[in-house]
């Protein structure tokens, strides 16, 4: 299947898991940055419902909409990639591969406890 957007290592296509999601164009090594995606800090009260499964929370206030593929990357519980807030670089998103991820492997993050508590996904009073 050709994918719908292109990075160099990178590209959306319709996933399994739902939706669209991140598939590896080539292999990528456990460490590698596969993406920096910039992001908007929005206050949280200027979110709708729809967007709650787009964003990523930057504090008690504020959440990030993030640019890139970066809102496109599916869950899983043995994700594959981790991402960590830089803002000291110009507000973005750094995605990293957490193990070898193979050519055509889709890339999956953990959304976290949290999220999937809120949506009614996992139970969150064990």
Known sequence: MSGLFRLKSIEVQYSKIGGRGVFAKKPIKKGSIIEEAPFLPVYKEEIGS???????????????????????????????CTYEINLKKENSLLFKAKKDIS?????????GKEWLENRGLIDGSK
Not at 55 to 60: G, P, T
Request: net charge negative.
């Open 50 to 80: 729809k967007m709650m499964d787009y964003v990523f929370d930057l504090d008690e206030h504020c959440y990030a909409v993030c640019f890139g593929y970066g809102s496109l990357y599916n869950h899983s519980n043995k994700n594959n």
């Open 103 to 111: 050519k055509d492997e889709e890339i999956t993050v953990s959304y």
